[in-house]
């Protein structure tokens, strides 16, 4: 492969400068925690496999959103 060829320029090319730095994305699950932390939720993992008490905990979060 000849040295003129644009597939083997692409292919060798090193990018000078750094990539922006950046938050790291929120999870959903990270969210989550913060919005059940606010309305004083604690230990919600062990509620929530419990569905009849997890249902509760939602409907009163909806009620006190509107």
Request: charged residues 35%; aromatic residues 10%; contains cysteine.
């Amino acid at each position: 492969m000849s040295n003129g060829r644009t597939v083997k320029k692409v292919f060798l090319v090193k990018p000078d400068g750094r990539r922006k730095a950046e938050r790291p994305k929120l999870m959903w699950l990270h969210c989550n925690e913060y919005y059940l932390k606010l309305r004083g939720v604690k230990r919600w993992t062990i509620k929530a496999k419990d569905r009849s008490v997890w249902a509760v905990i939602l409907k009163e979060a909806l009620v006190r959103l509107y």
